[in-house]
């Protein structure tokens, strides 16, 4: 095997898993006692805001990561996650800004786009254009490479078309994750558990879905190195925030919950054929605009299997009522 590769995968445990785990074992003591950090959750308990530091985090070492692979070799897939690190650093930067100046006032993407006809501007409502124009020019980026752009390569006038069309759902496939995710953070480890859950799917996407266009003389074998990579990288943050989360010390908010729906978005759309990438985005549109009416929280308790699933690691000394508590319509504040 190439040194590079073992190389590759010492970077992927020390940034991709060492560092955020130890950044926010470190920040968590700061988090815990600064006035401006706390909150209180659903269930009235006071938590800290936060844990969604550990993505400013991982953005600074996926970025680094993915440059050095980038520079040291060919044909890699790993320099997705330069374009994963910006698009993680975008996502959170608008939720932490949401996350200090947001109100209830206005919720939902009805909300949001009433505000904006009125020629007021949300901090939700920019969050939105925000997420949503960062996930365009990264679907552009990714049309070069991935199965559902090389599709309609082509200088005739439909094959464009149809690559602009795919580039636009693309992102708006990245932006509508991400914002499921917002919607998911509503429980502790709801959207953690969701992450870990499309986490294999998303590592499965980018290494299946762009080996036929990055060619890498290195065969199967590097692929297997590459994706051990990736996962180390997906894993990292999950496992930094997962005790905090779970045990019901600290909250995402919107600066953890919309870079981890970017992120996971970006990477399952990188491989998928252009009939999967147009149902998957039919299927996140439903389910944000299912959210405008329903809560998520009475779905989940009404189903044994769900309901179990959610409660999962969760500290249990209250009972889960799963009445709505302002949920629905809540995808951005």
């Not at 955020?20 to 659903?42: C, H, S, Y």
């Not at 890699?76 to 650093?89: C, E, F, K, R």
Request: charge should be positive.
């Amino acid at each position: 095997m190439n040194p590079l590769w073992l190389v590759s995968l010492a970077l992927g445990l020390v940034f991709g898993v060492a560092v955020p785990v130890l950044g926010m074992r470190m920040l968590a003591p700061t988090l815990r006692t600064a006035e401006k950090a706390q909150a209180t959750n659903f269930r009235g308990r006071r938590v800290f805001y936060g844990l969604g530091i550990v993505w400013l985090i991982w953005a600074g070492c996926a970025i680094l990561g993915g440059a050095f692979v980038r520079a040291a070799t060919r044909g890699s897939i790993l320099p997705v996650l330069t374009l994963a690190g910006a698009l993680a650093l975008v996502a959170f930067a608008l939720g932490a800004v949401d996350d200090a100046y947001g109100s209830s006032a206005d919720r939902g993407f009805k909300g949001h786009l009433k505000a904006m006809a009125r020629g007021r501007l949300t901090t939700g409502g920019m969050k939105l254009v925000g997420i949503g124009m960062a996930s365009l020019v990264v679907a552009f980026i990714l049309s070069e490479v991935s199965p559902w752009g090389r599709a309609f390569w082509g200088s005739g006038t439909a094959a464009l078309g149809a690559r602009i069309a795919l580039v636009l759902v693309a992102g708006a496939a990245i932006a509508l994750c991400s914002n499921l995710f917002n919607l998911l953070d509503l429980r502790p480890g709801r959207a953690l558990k969701t992450y870990a859950l499309l986490s294999p799917f998303a590592i499965l996407s980018v290494t299946l879905g762009l080996a036929g266009s990055l060619a890498y003389s290195g065969g199967s074998g590097v692929r297997v190195v590459e994706a051990a990579v990736l996962a180390l990288f997906l894993a990292g943050p999950f496992l930094a925030v997962y005790r905090y989360d779970l045990g019901e010390e600290g909250m995402l908010g919107d600066a953890g919950a919309n870079p981890m729906g970017a992120v996971i978005g970006m990477l399952l759309v990188c491989g998928m054929q252009p009939l999967v990438l147009v149902a998957w985005t039919f299927l996140l549109l439903a389910l944000n605009f299912a959210s405008e009416r329903v809560s998520f929280s009475a779905v989940i308790a009404g189903n044994s299997v769900l309901r179990w699933i959610d409660g999962l690691g969760r500290a249990a000394d209250l009972p889960e009522d799963g009445t709505n508590h302002g949920e629905a319509g809540a995808s951005e504040r």
